[in-house]
């Protein structure tokens, strides 16, 4: 009798095995093709990822119209590491001078930039609305480039009308109001630019001059604030007595010496040197939705006709990877609009936009325009009696 349980239960297993064979091969082939698919697009990015690379190897160089100073150089030379075998050839310039510089080259026949890397005003208004750009996403290779989500509202930020020509690398939150004399001034009473048309304030604030080209950034930020205003500057310089200048150094002394209160529109750096050296000035910060995102010289563009097309792609697809991006906000100190890499480092944190905050994104076209804020401004110091 027991044998004959023993049988009946190796039947039934026997039966339930050859039905669970059955559902796992039914499975396993409704499954297959998504299988197989996925493998075929991982396959299809590297084989065109190896054959893009092997071919910048063999035409061996890309050239970069880059910014001055050592830490952009530093930065975009990095590439060299990952990539011996492609030399970098790095010009660096002001925007204007690279602009003009190349321009002066296509008009005689020659293409020798691949990438030009800098501010969004020349790139926009002069290389983009010249047609020498080439769109960006169509070269990007890396499923990382191709993914947006790590980067800051988990989208890639252009400054251009078409958005796909000039990419925004770095955003820096700007919501520093200046410098203020730590002896004189309790920082909490000046939370907002508002807080600055107090009359206590009145005749005790200094600014560098708003109509100096080196400082109209900050001044169409906030003109076109939708939380200050042209309302604002008006108030501001006609109200509150303040003095200009445009000698950043005798600015900072007045402040530090206790002459002025408060400097408007002080350099960051400039400020932080002076705390260094044990002055008694420090920065004012104000609130996140008066303040902007600037891009400074953390764009990017393709040049089209370039001559090495391979290369191009490849530095281009490295400069926008984690690893590339990482690089650039070191060595640079600029906050990286990639937000899946280290912000320690940096050594603003203020710099670093914060989750759902909506800054002025002072690099786009719309915010160029500045003879409406300068007509306000040159009303207002007239009234004031400060022309």
């Known amino acids: 009798m027991q044998r004959g349980i023993l049988a009946r239960t190796r039947c039934v297993k026997s039966r339930l095995g050859s039905k669970l064979f059955l559902l796992l091969c039914l499975c396993g082939a409704l499954l ?19 054959k893009t690379v092997a071919s910048a190897e063999k035409e ?29 050839n790095y010009v660096p310039g002001s925007g204007t001078n690279n602009a ?65 020509y000039v990419l925004m690398m770095q955003g820096s939150a700007q919501t520093d109001i200046g410098a203020y004399n ?50 604002f500057l008006r108030r501001l310089f006609e109200e509150m007595d303040i003095t200009l200048g445009r000698d950043q150094r005798q600015l900072l002394d007045w402040v530090a010496g206790g002459k002025f209160h408060i400097y408007l529109f002080a350099t960051s750096s400039d400020v932080e040197d002076a705390g260094k050296k044990g ?42 990877s984690r690893e590339g991006q990482i690089q650039w906000q070191k060595k640079t100190n600029n906050n990286s609009l990639r937000m899946d890499i280290p912000k320690e480092m940096l050594t603003d944190q203020h710099e670093i936009p914060k989750a759902g905050e909506k800054y002025l994104n002072a690099s786009l076209p719309q915010y160029e325009d500045v003879k409406p804020l300068l007509k306000i401004v040159e009303e207002a110091l007239a009234k004031g009696g400060k022309r």
């Open 60 to 88: 061996g160089q890309v050239t970069v119209y880059g910014p001055p100073g050592r830490q952009y150089q530093e930065a975009i030379s990095s590439f060299q590491e990952s990539y011996p075998k492609i030399k970098l």
């Open 182 to 231: 730590s002896n004189l001034v309790n920082p909490a009473e000046v939370k907002s630019f508002w807080d600055l048309l107090q009359p206590k304030w009145k005749g005790k604030m200094a600014a560098f001059d708003p109509r100096d080209r080196g400082h109209i950034q900050r001044m169409r930020a906030l003109y076109y604030s939708p939380a200050l205003g042209g309302e």
């Open 100 to 164: 003009q510089r190349l321009l002066t080259e296509r008009r005689a026949g020659k293409y020798v930039p691949d990438v030009f890397v800098g501010g969004s005003g020349t790139m926009v208004l002069v290389l983009f609305k010249g047609g020498v750009f080439e769109p960006i996403p169509p070269h990007l290779i890396l499923p990382e480039n191709k993914d947006a989500s790590p980067w800051f509202e988990k989208k890639h930020h252009y400054a251009d009308s078409e958005n796909q």
């Open 279 to 320: 002055l008694p000035v420090a920065r004012l910060y104000g609130l996140p939705r008066e303040g902007y995102m600037s891009g400074q010289f953390g764009h990017i563009a393709l040049m089209n006709k370039m001559p090495h097309p391979n290369s191009a792609k490849v530095f281009l697809n490295w400069m926008l």
């Open 32 to 50: 297959e093709p998504q299988v197989l698919r996925a493998a075929d697009g991982a396959a299809a990015w590297q084989q065109e990822w190896q």
